[in-house]
């Protein structure tokens, strides 16, 4: 059974950090990609980070400069350093796998696509305040 589990949100003034981490278990077969991915209250999720398992990472432009991932495949986890958080920066990070047998790497410019992906977590809340 494939489980997903994020952990390291919270509260933080507007100009703090954050970091995230993602524990991955029972995936059938070694993840392509991984990211992350944020949905705010009344908006689409959408893409913000992502690593591939050649380490080539994608980033949306909003979050430029300020987010990092990173991956420990040993230890099975997914990370998102967040500096410089904005109110904007509020709502719900799920990370997400892309594992499939056989998979083809996405390319670069599906990194940071939803469907990329087909395990999920169930996320965890940032809130930035200004």
């Known amino acids: 059974q494939v489980h997903m589990v994020e952990s390291g949100g919270g509260s933080v003034q507007g100009g703090g950090s954050l970091r995230l981490s993602c524990a991955v278990s029972?995936?059938?077969?070694?993840?392509?990609?991984l990211g992350w991915f944020r949905q705010a209250p009344g908006k689409v999720r959408e893409g913000v980070a992502a690593?591939?398992?050649?380490?080539?990472?994608s980033y949306a432009d909003s979050v430029k400069g300020r987010f990092t991932v990173s991956r420990d495949n040993a230890e099975n986890k997914l990370y998102l350093q967040m500096n410089n958080l904005e109110p904007e920066d509020s709502g719900i990070y799920s990370c997400?796998?892309?594992?499939?047998?056989?998979?083809?790497?996405?390319?670069?410019?599906?990194?940071?696509?939803?469907?990329?992906?087909?395990?999920w977590g169930q996320g965890t809340q940032v809130t930035v305040s200004s």
């Open positions: 997400a796998a892309a594992s499939y047998l056989g998979g083809p790497t996405p390319s670069i410019s599906h990194m940071l696509a939803g469907t990329t992906y087909n395990y």
């Open positions: 690593i591939r398992n050649d380490g080539r990472t």
């Open positions: 029972g995936l059938p077969y070694a993840s392509v990609c």
